[in-house]
């Protein structure tokens, strides 16, 4: 190894522990928010782009009140057909519902899923990940009605 190699290698190293010791002097003594993410973690997720929605005319269901609206009271199965790759169901309601869906690829497992309206108004946003033709339940708790929207974000 040359000595221009060996200078660089060790340049490379100072600078690694260099990082190092910043990287942990500025940490947080907090426990953090598990909700919250940080800054850089979004503009590299804004890089990649986010996943498309489900195209609401692909979605039909026996409580469809029209295309992408359905109305129920206590059961609803929605069919998804095969959206030709990874897509997200987006589903929208300003009441509470209970979604019960299998979890995308070949695993044998069913995920349910009661969403709550946000704090803030915007209402409860259920977002479930499909991959191919599928059947997804919907439960509308207690005595009255629910309406969903087949949403595209």
Known sequence: MSGRQKAVLGLLAVLLVALFVVAVGAGRDDRGDPGARHGFVDRLGAL???RSAVDPARVSADCADEAGRLEFSGNCVVRVA???GLRTLVLRSAARFTVVA???GDADLTIRDEVEPAADGTGAV?????DQAT????VCPGLGGCTVVV???
């Open 151 to 153: 949403a595209t974000s």
């Open 126 to 130: 259920a977002k479930i990940a499909v």
């Open 82 to 84: 095969d959206p030709g």
């Open 135 to 138: 059947e997804v339940g919907l």
């Open 102 to 104: 299998p979890a995308p």
């Open 48 to 50: 990649g782009g986010e």
